[in-house]
């Protein structure tokens, strides 16, 4: 806003007050020089009545000057009112929102985000009695495949879901992954090396599956009775949308944990997981997420590893050399 149109509103808004301003000193010095130039020539009682009607317009303009202050300092103590109660109002509401969001963690059962989570140590806890891991594929295969067996071998019980090497959706996930994704020829390689990865994952996976039911075959077998029980181990691998990598960790007669990351343009690894707990029995995320994981189970029942392993028997049984 410009001088000119700030004095103009100014001007507007007070314009009643200016006038009456403007006439009472236009006739206070109308009159006083009247009285200064012929107040000899009337009779004194003329002289007073000139006297008294100055002063009267006098105080007239300091009372007009003090209306105006007056009015200013009532607007200004009306915008500070304002402002103190739109601002009592905006802290109650603002208090009422970190209230609310401190309330829905603990109904939705948010725990703690973590940096870089330890998987390991959430599946090789002796505390577990089940724990159920969906990604799309293990970065690092013997890593991982040696926690599961230390989970197995402490008698958890562990299912893991991983994506089919022919899942349509590795086209997207290694799109995601390429470091380059303005060259065309960056986003094929990627796409191809994602599906390769896949491919050995999945290879790899079963061919531990079938380590694990070897030891599981060799422990029931032996006459040791201290040894404990091998926990159950089920793999398969979905078709459908990738959603989140996810953890689910059961210890008693309930679900109580559930790990989740992300699937952004790095590995899930590097990205932050978040630990969702069943703080609220009765309002959980943590229900969502393992019906969740139920449900992907059982759509990808297809595609369990132990079909894999009755197929090769099936072969090995046809086979005219055996």
């Given at each position: 806003?410009?001088?000119?149109?700030?004095?103009?509103?100014?001007?507007?808004?007070?314009?009643?007050?200016l006038v009456l301003i403007a006439t009472s000193?236009?006739?206070?010095?109308?009159?006083?020089?009247?009285?200064?130039?012929?107040?000899?020539?009337?009779?004194?009682?003329?002289?007073?009545?000139?006297?008294?009607?100055?002063?009267?317009?006098?105080?007239?303009?300091?009372?007009?000057?003090?209306?105006?202050?007056?009015?200013?300092?009532?607007?200004?103590?009306?915008?500070?009112?304002?402002?103190?109660?739109?601002?009592?109002?905006?802290?109650?509401?603002?208090?009422?929102?970190?209230?609310?969001?401190?309330?829905?963690?603990?109904?939705?059962?948010?725990?703690?985000?973590?940096?870089?989570?330890?998987?390991?140590?959430?599946?090789?806890?002796?505390?577990?009695?089940?724990?159920?891991?969906?990604?799309?594929?293990?970065?690092?295969?013997?890593?991982?495949?040696?926690?599961?067996?230390?989970?197995?071998?402490?008698?958890?019980?562990?299912?893991?879901?991983?994506?089919?090497?022919?899942?349509?959706?590795?086209?997207?996930?290694?799109?995601?992954?390429?470091?380059?994704?303005?060259?065309?020829?960056?986003?094929?390689?990627?796409?191809?090396?994602?599906?390769?990865?896949?491919?050995?994952?999945?290879?790899?996976?079963?061919?531990?599956?079938?380590?694990?039911?070897?030891?599981?075959?060799?422990?029931?077998?032996?006459?040791?009775?201290?040894?404990?029980?091998?926990?159950?181990?089920?793999?398969?691998?979905?078709?459908?949308?990738?959603?989140?990598?996810?953890?689910?960790?059961?210890?008693?007669?309930?679900?109580?944990?559930?790990?989740?990351?992300?699937?952004?343009?790095?590995?899930?690894?590097?990205?932050?997981?978040?630990?969702?707990?069943?703080?609220?029995?009765?309002?959980?995320?943590?229900?969502?997420?393992?019906?969740?994981?139920?449900?992907?189970?059982?759509?990808?029942?297809?595609?369990?590893?132990?079909?894999?392993?009755?197929?090769?028997?099936?072969?090995?049984?046809?086979?005219?050399?055996?």
């Amino acid at each position: 806003m410009s001088l000119y149109e700030y004095l103009f509103a100014k001007i507007v808004k007070y314009r009643m007050t200016l006038v009456l301003i403007a006439t009472s000193l236009f006739v206070y010095i109308l009159l006083f020089t009247a009285f200064q130039y012929y107040v000899s020539s009337w009779s004194p009682y003329a002289g007073t009545i000139l006297t008294k009607l100055t002063d009267a317009l006098f105080i007239s303009v300091i009372i007009a000057i003090f209306v105006t202050v007056g009015e200013r300092l009532y607007e200004k103590t009306n915008i500070a009112y304002y402002l103190r109660r739109e601002l009592s109002g905006f802290e109650r509401k603002f208090s009422d929102r970190i209230e609310n969001l401190i309330l829905s963690r603990f109904s939705l059962g948010l725990q703690q985000v973590i940096e870089k989570i330890d998987d390991g140590e959430i599946i090789c806890d002796s505390s577990n009695k089940s724990v159920m891991w969906m990604n799309t594929k293990f970065n690092e295969l013997e890593v991982s495949q040696e926690h599961i067996r230390t989970a197995l071998l402490k008698g958890t019980n562990v299912r893991v879901l991983l994506m089919h090497k022919d899942n349509p959706c590795s086209e997207f996930r290694g799109k995601d992954s390429c470091r380059n994704p303005d060259d065309p020829e960056s986003i094929k390689n990627a796409v191809e090396d994602y599906r390769r990865s896949l491919k050995t994952s999945q290879i790899s996976m079963i061919n531990f599956y079938k380590d694990m039911q070897k030891l599981r075959n060799a422990i029931d077998q032996s006459k040791d009775k201290n040894k404990k029980p091998l926990g159950s181990f089920e793999l398969r691998f979905y078709m459908d949308l990738p959603s989140v990598p996810m953890i689910v960790v059961e210890r008693g007669e309930r679900h109580e944990s559930v790990y989740t990351g992300f699937y952004l343009n790095r590995f899930s690894s590097a990205m932050p997981y978040i630990e969702w707990g069943s703080s609220n029995p009765e309002n959980s995320f943590v229900d969502n997420l393992y019906d969740y994981f139920e449900r992907k189970w059982k759509y990808s029942e297809m595609h369990d590893a132990g079909n894999f392993l009755d197929a090769d028997s099936k072969k090995t049984a046809s086979d005219p050399r055996n």
